[in-house]
């Protein structure tokens, strides 16, 4: 990090400790490995609602604005600015917009709900006490999490990550994914810290948590069966809320939505109104988002990242979905697993061999995934390898039909948003279904 970059970003986070210091803010803060995003933006859909902060009039609520949640990005939440990128100007209006909120009173959000990550060692411990959260929410930590080969173990990462938690205020609530024994394990942690009293809210599909999802069916349109999205049964304390998804698929939406019911829960909000704030949300891009295909095929768009536990996932749920024509992945190369790399796309190359009919790989260490199917059972024309996203793109055209099921997905480096691009039946609409179409990221290679 050069010199001018440490200088902002120390200014930036001074500026985010006066602000909360001066407005104190309701602060909810997610954290995970997986769905920190849409979870995020599903706690944000019922928060917005009458108010939770203190009393019942509508709430002003903020969220961190797509995935800002690095030591720059979360600075940038509190202040209410946009990325400036590289533009030494955009900088310099976004550290007087921060200062004008010190020195003069503004209208300020009642609520801030805020991603946080952990890229590197400390990104989490340097924020979270002076963040001090009054909710924590852990989402699901994976066994071998992106962003691992920064850190010397997983257990770093979980480490990293628990320190959210551990920072919420005293009377606070830490909302937990209660599938993962690792994830659930932070409850145990938090139970030894005698320093705070902390009401836990774990969340998921088993049995034993206190927010449980249940009865979950995949949504369908016309007599073809194109999946539109997705129904469940929110349960809690006796209570059954419906919930309705459009646009999205998969568990871990019924994970995103099940925590959002449990901060709604946590702060006193009825059935009724969580049922129908989560009717209102809006899948974000990249993130096993259902988009119409060229064809009459339908696209499983989950472009944003990925990691080792996300594919196993999304591979799930194309499991699970009824297709009158092929099942096609499109998998890029998993980023940062370190020295995990080899073995997880290995192990992605085993399931994918049950699932699909065909397989497309895009990056070097995908070469691994395609190899490994192979060996397990797919037949070698229906196995193919690509460089680059724009190769496989370019390859996958002539092969799409109608009733195909396209799931696309690689880390944000390898692009494959490219290939969702290509495969759209509304190209022009890229911008507003796709991830990564700012100018920023069109002009990079």
Not at 184 to 213: F, M
Not at 298 to 321: F, G, K, M, Q, R
Not at 398 to 419: A, C, H, N, W, Y
Request: net charge neutral; aromatic share 6%; with cysteine.
């Amino acid at each position: 990090m050069s010199l001018l970059k440490k200088i902002v970003v120390a200014l930036l986070i001074l500026e985010s400790r006066l602000i909360l210091r001066t407005y104190k803010p309701f602060v909810v803060a997610v954290t995970g490995s997986v769905g920190k995003t849409s979870t995020k933006d599903a706690i944000f859909a019922v928060l917005k609602s009458p108010k939770v902060c203190s009393d019942q009039h509508m709430c002003y609520v903020r969220k961190s604005e797509k995935s800002l949640n690095s030591e720059i990005g979360l600075p940038l939440s509190i202040i209410g600015a946009p990325n400036s990128w590289h533009s030494i100007i955009g900088w310099t209006r976004t550290l007087a917009q921060g200062l004008k909120l010190i020195l003069m009173k503004h209208e300020y959000p009642d609520c801030l709900v805020l991603e946080v990550g952990a890229d590197h060692p400390g990104d989490i411990k340097k924020v979270a006490p002076w963040l001090r959260p009054n909710i924590a929410v852990i989402t699901r930590i994976s066994r071998t999490p992106v962003h691992v080969e920064f850190f010397p173990s997983p257990e770093h990462v979980f480490e990293e990550k628990i320190s959210l938690a551990l920072a919420v205020r005293n009377e606070g609530t830490v909302v937990l994914f209660g599938d993962d024994e690792k994830t659930l394990s932070v409850k145990k942690v938090l139970d030894q810290s005698t320093k705070k009293q902390r009401n836990i809210i774990t969340y998921g599909i088993s049995e034993g948590v206190d927010v449980r999802g249940t009865q979950k069916k995949i949504i369908y349109e016309d007599q073809e069966r194109y999946p539109v999205g997705m129904q469940f049964i929110a349960e809690y304390k006796g209570l059954q809320i419906p919930v309705k998804m459009l646009g999205g698929l998969g568990t871990p939406y019924m994970y995103t939505l099940l925590a959002a019911v449990a901060v709604g829960q946590a702060q006193g909000l009825t059935a009724d109104l969580i049922g129908r704030a989560l009717h209102e949300y809006e899948v974000p891009p990249g993130r096993m988002n259902i988009i119409m295909g060229i064809n009459g095929s339908t696209l499983i768009d989950d472009t944003y990242n990925s990691s080792p536990d996300a594919v196993a996932s999304a591979l799930e749920t194309l499991t699970e979905i009824t297709a009158s024509g092929t099942k096609i992945a499109v998998l890029g190369d998993m980023m940062e697993l370190g020295q995990y790399a080899s073995e997880e796309h290995r192990t992605v190359g085993k399931h994918v061999a049950t699932v699909v009919g065909r397989l497309v790989t895009v990056g070097q260490r995908s070469r691994l995934t395609a190899q490994e199917a192979l060996a397990n059972g797919m037949s070698s024309d229906k196995v193919s390898s690509f460089d680059t996203a724009e190769e496989a793109a370019a390859f996958l055209v002539p092969f799409i039909t109608r009733g195909d099921i396209v799931l696309v997905k690689g880390s944000q480096s390898v692009r494959m948003e490219k290939i969702t691009k290509a495969l759209l039946h509304e190209p022009d609409r890229a911008g507003e279904l796709l991830v990564r179409q700012e100018k920023e990221w069109l002009e990079k290679k």
